[in-house]
């Protein structure tokens, strides 16, 4: 075992300050205090506490309860009985940070049920996993080692003794972020609002919540503002940003203090900027040359506005679906594509969802070196690990199924085309936000079956499985290697 996790106080400076998960030095004592904690009976929250996974499914199920609960009594505009289904839709789209409607969110929900909202997109944006490990730091006042690890996965630090100091930035990175978007949407929708401060500063704050929270709930009926770049603009940036991920952000910010180069990046922030580009980039080409007679996505002839138009359908499928009124209208070949890219979805660690851009990557470098005969898997001359080959692979191959599976019910439940049902599942999965009206109101079976998908594209699969399996178990046995034939 490296110096980094020995934990006797006598390499108190070498391990990090990890040295108070022991509180002797003597084997003798420290044998006897473990073996008296395995015959004391374990409790409820010693047994939720060390297993994190679980402890993250529990916090999101019990604020998916509360959220349904507070939309259903008198959060209209009519002060009428919510609709279960369309209540506990809305709280999971909201919790999920996916923001797919089935109701306008102005027009239906009163301002209590728009705060209701907003708290819960910003809840569910600090990460399910992240503010799990808050409620565990709270009741017992140091964080369990499986919560460490489990956190630091999530956050990726792989020093288990940053990650209280992490959660304080990743705190203070969403006040900067939002609050910066909060400044710059101000004057121009003070304009819009023909001067109502009132009514700026409620869009102002909405807005920014949910745009850099990845999230497509509007605090009015008229989408991203797209014809007026100060408000479209700062809310693009911010849902931008907020899919790097924090790890990438972090990375950046630490990189730019000490004046360093790009050099000095870690090859997650690398890759997760490269393949972020290049997804932009091809998403921009195929909305001008596929989509450039679409008067849905391009009612005006300015060139000018129809960059800025495909630039937010280049960026935003990935992320927060604002302005959704043209996906409709879109031919089939998009709607294939932008299930594409919500599949693959931002970064890891961030506040949208996806198998995300890392994984992608990580699969065309696993392909790239099986055809070119390469032994290791490389990039930025680095090797990437054989676990994190395994993962990525476990990661699109259960997703993938995932979203099938939920296109398939979609049909049987809705009887939509194949197309938009692949659509709907991909964008409820990766928490797109974007909709082609296949789930209504109406229809109680399609909000359950994409609730359903929010939830484990928000959770994660690796979640869920840290939380029904024992991770790291020992293999016993390794039995004889044979090849089989493939392909």
Same mark, same amino acid.
């Given at each position: 075992?490296?110096?980094?996790?020995?934990?006797?106080? %006598?390499?108190?400076?070498?391990?990090?300050?990890?040295?108070?998960?022991?509180?002797?030095?003597?084997?003798?004592?420290?044998?006897?205090?473990?073996?008296?904690?395995?015959?004391?009976?374990?409790?409820?929250?010693?047994?939720?506490?060390?297993?994190?996974?679980?402890?993250?499914?529990?916090?999101?199920?019990? %604020?998916?309860?509360?959220?349904?609960?507070?939309?259903?009594?008198?959060?209209?505009h009519d002060w009428v009985f919510t609709n279960f289904p369309v209540a506990f839709f809305t709280a999971v789209s909201a919790l999920s940070t996916c923001g797919i409607p089935v109701v306008n969110t102005a027009e239906y929900w009163s301002t209590f049920g728009q705060v209701v909202i907003l708290f819960s997109i910003q809840f569910g944006g600090l990460g399910v996993m992240t503010f799990a490990s808050m409620v565990a730091l709270g009741v017992s006042r140091r964080l369990k080692v499986s919560q460490r690890m489990l956190t630091a996965s999530e956050l990726g630090t792989t020093k288990l003794s940053e990650i209280k100091s992490v959660l304080t930035v990743v705190f203070g990175t969403f006040v900067i972020a939002e609050g910066l978007t909060f400044a710059l949407l101000l004057p121009e929708l003070f304009r819009v609002n023909h001067g109502q401060l009132g009514r700026t500063l409620w869009q102002a704050l909405f807005y920014a919540v949910s745009a850099y929270n990845n999230t497509g709930f509007t605090p009015d009926a008229t989408g991203l503002h797209i014809n007026r770049w100060g408000v479209g603009l700062p809310i693009l940036i911010s849902a931008f940003v907020g899919t790097l991920g924090f790890p990438v952000v972090l990375n950046l910010v630490q990189c730019a203090r000490k004046r360093q180069s790009p050099k000095r990046w870690t090859l997650?922030?690398?890759?997760?900027?490269?393949?972020?580009?290049?997804?932009?980039?091809?998403?921009?080409?195929?909305?001008?040359? @596929?989509?450039?007679?679409?008067?849905? %996505?391009?009612p005006a002839d300015d060139p000018g506005m129809k960059l800025r138009r495909a630039l937010s359908a280049a960026v935003m499928?990935?992320?927060?679906?604002?302005?959704?009124?043209?996906?409709?209208?879109?031919?089939?070949?998009?709607?294939?594509?932008?299930?594409?890219?919500?599949?693959?979805?931002?970064?890891?660690?961030?506040?949208?969802?996806?198998?995300?851009?890392?994984?992608?990557?990580?699969?065309?470098?696993? &392909?790239?070196?099986?055809?070119?005969?390469?032994?290791?898997?490389?990039?930025?001359?680095?090797?990437?690990?054989?676990?994190?080959?395994?993962?990525?692979?476990?990661? &699109?191959?259960? &997703?993938?199924?995932?979203?099938?599976?939920?296109? @398939?019910?979609?049909?049987?439940?809705?009887? &939509?085309?194949?197309?938009d049902a692949v659509f709907e599942a991909c964008s409820a999965f990766s928490l797109g936000g974007y909709s082609v009206g296949v789930a209504s109101a109406g229809n109680a079976a399609s909000m359950f079956i994409l609730a359903g998908e929010m939830i484990v594209g928000r959770l994660g699969p690796l979640t869920i499985a840290y939380a029904i399996s024992r991770p790291m178990a020992p293999e016993p046995i390794r039995y004889p290697q044979e090849n089989i034939i493939v392909g």
């Open positions: 075992m490296s110096d980094d996790f020995d934990e006797s106080s %006598l390499n108190e400076e070498a391990s990090k300050g990890l040295s108070w998960w022991y509180s002797s030095d003597d084997p003798n004592h420290n044998r006897e205090e473990r073996t008296s904690r395995r015959i004391r009976r374990i409790g409820l929250t010693d047994r939720l506490l060390s297993h994190p996974g679980r402890l993250s499914i529990l916090y999101f199920v019990v %604020l998916i309860v509360l959220v349904t609960a507070l939309l259903l009594p008198f959060s209209t997650h922030t690398k890759l997760t900027l490269v393949t972020t580009g290049l997804l932009v980039i091809a998403s921009l080409a195929w909305f001008l040359l @596929v989509e450039w007679g679409n008067t849905g %996505l391009f499928p990935r992320s927060a679906g604002f302005d959704i009124s043209w996906v409709p209208e879109v031919t089939n070949e998009t709607k294939v594509f932008m299930s594409v890219l919500m599949f693959i979805g931002a970064g890891s660690s961030s506040t949208a969802g996806g198998i995300r851009v890392t994984t992608f990557a990580v699969i065309i470098l696993i &392909c790239g070196a099986s055809f070119t005969g390469h032994r290791d898997v490389t990039a930025f001359h680095r090797r990437i690990p054989r676990r994190i080959q395994m993962t990525s692979v476990s990661v &699109c191959t259960a &997703c993938f199924a995932l979203v099938m599976v939920g296109a @398939v019910a979609l049909m049987f439940v809705t009887g &939509c085309a194949f197309v």
